[in-house]
């Protein structure tokens, strides 16, 4: 069989071993594993590493443990914005969508608005009226509702405050979800989705829908997907960071995943991790915070889960 490869994250943070009760480390894991599972018998059968990364983000998306899809945070009203977008390393075709409500899986959504739209990023009631305009199903604010994402919102909502997965403020749930994937034609793809900060406010975007912040592809270079303090993300346009570091210095996908996640986002203020992919089916999981939610199966059929730094 030719070379085919997954990894698949649900976000970086203050993850601190001994903090999370066993119970849940292995919901974690158990939801990480049946994600990563999903995506690599699509690239089993030869599909499409497109279709690969979409399968993985859904399940993710479909966990209420992770702040994506099902599992997102509230806002400062009381409502779920979530965030995707996809990005094929094949053709560089992408598709994202911000500012979606009531959406079971806004990573497909993306993916439509590259297959059926002239255009790469659609946002709120307009990204909302293409999705009605599809026949997506508008699921009710309780399919939405946690308790635990409610009462994180409950001590935030009222306050100017606002809290990213990652802030060392609090011990909250983490993560914004990604996967990235090597199919068995050799093209790579990205693919990211989140539900934002918990109490965000003005119709505040991060860098999980930005193509070549926070998902960027290039079968020339690497898949890459983050996770982290948005605003840097955006600033340090990472994902593209990542690709730009191998295309014109030669730099090792391994190489350019550390310069950018150990070093340049840490200059400027950020913390976070990404997963990345190249053409050789090599990954990166690079992470500057304590831990991150990450799964992985090499291309030798290695599997990989964990959530702590080794
Ligand atoms: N990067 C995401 C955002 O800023 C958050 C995350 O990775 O959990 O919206």
Redesign the pocket.
């Known amino acids: 069989m030719k070379k085919i490869t997954i990894a698949i994250h649900g976000?970086?943070?203050t993850l601190i071993k001994g903090k999370m009760t066993a119970e849940k480390e292995t919901a974690y894991k158990a939801a990480l594993e049946e994600a990563l599972q999903k995506g690599y018998e699509v690239l089993k059968k030869g599909e499409s590493a497109m279709n690969a990364v979409e399968a993985a983000v859904c399940s993710l998306e479909d966990s209420p443990l992770f702040?994506a899809g099902k599992g997102s945070v509230f806002t400062a009203t009381g409502t779920h914005e979530m965030?995707a977008s996809i990005m094929d390393g094949k053709d560089l075709k992408a598709g994202a969508v911000t500012s979606i409500t009531g959406i079971k899986n806004p990573i497909s959504l993306a993916r439509d608005v590259m297959n059926h739209t002239e255009h790469v990023f659609l946002g709120g009631q307009g990204a909302m009226d293409f999705a009605k305009s599809l026949d997506y199903e508008i699921m009710s604010p309780n399919y939405f509702h946690d308790d635990l994402r409610h009462d994180q919102w409950q001590q935030l909502k009222d306050t100017d405050q606002f809290q990213?997965?990652?802030s060392l403020k609090k011990d909250s749930k983490?993560?914004?979800v990604g996967a990235v994937a090597l199919d068995q034609d050799g093209n790579i793809a990205a693919a990211t989705s989140?539900g934002?900060?918990t109490n965000k406010r003005f119709g505040r975007v991060?860098?999980?829908p930005m193509i070549g912040a926070?998902t960027y592809a290039n079968n020339k270079t690497c898949a890459v997907s983050?996770?982290?303090?948005?605003?840097y993300?955006i600033r340090g346009v990472v994902a593209y960071d990542v690709s730009a570091l191998m295309e014109y210095k030669g730099l090792s996908l391994m190489d350019a995943s550390n310069e950018v996640i150990q070093k340049r986002i840490l200059e400027i203020g950020g913390d976070?991790g990404l997963i990345a992919v190249d053409k050789e089916g090599n990954l990166a999981l690079p992470f500057n915070t304590e831990g991150m939610y990450r799964a992985f199966i090499d291309i030798n059929g290695n599997k990989v889960i964990a959530i702590y730094k080794n």
Do not use: K, V, Y
């Not at 983050?226 to 605003?231: N, Y």
């Open positions: 976000g970086a943070g702040n965030d990213l997965d990652h983490f993560g914004t989140t934002g900060m991060g860098d999980s926070g983050c996770t982290g303090s948005g605003e993300f976070g």
